[in-house]
């Protein structure tokens, strides 16, 4: 049982990638792509789904995944426009996002003001990558 739940949490390929990558191109005119949206593009599991059995680290690897691979392919950062739909994090990305990026989580109340602002800056500034981009491939 131990080995079937530890295959199960590192179960995305390479394909379940580029499945992602091409919905977020295909999406990039949108203002943002939920996490659910981008899972089911990618023929995964809901991310409750891995949140209710353990496995919340999938979700992490997967984005860092797709984070390396649009930065590979000289593609924008799409990982700044998957959001979570509700919540307290509505309309952000996770705090892997954050976190990949060497930034502190501007939703964490230990956020320093300065540290918060510079994320969120970030951020902003990589969903303009994503529209500029966008714009250029219509």
Same mark, same amino acid.
């Given at each position: 049982m131990k080995e079937r739940d530890e295959a #199960?949490?590192?179960s995305f390929t390479e394909e379940n990638v580029e499945a992602a990558i091409s919905y977020a191109i295909d999406h990039c005119h949108e203002p943002a792509i939920t996490y659910t949206e981008l899972f089911d593009a990618a023929s995964l599991h809901p991310p409750r789904w891995y949140f209710d059995n353990g496995f919340r680290s999938v979700i992490t690897e997967f984005m860092e995944a797709l984070h390396f691979a649009c930065a590979r392919k000289g593609l924008?950062?799409?990982d700044a426009f998957i959001v979570t739909a509700g919540g307290e994090r509505a309309n952000y990305p996770g705090v892997g996002y954050f976190s990949v990026n060497g930034l502190s989580d501007p939703l964490n109340d230990r956020t320093t003001y300065p540290k918060a602002k510079t994320a969120l800056a970030f951020h902003d500034s990589q #969903?303009?990558?994503i529209r500029s981009w966008c714009?250029?491939?219509n």
């Open positions: #199960l949490a590192g924008p950062p799409f #969903l303009k990558q714009e250029g491939q």
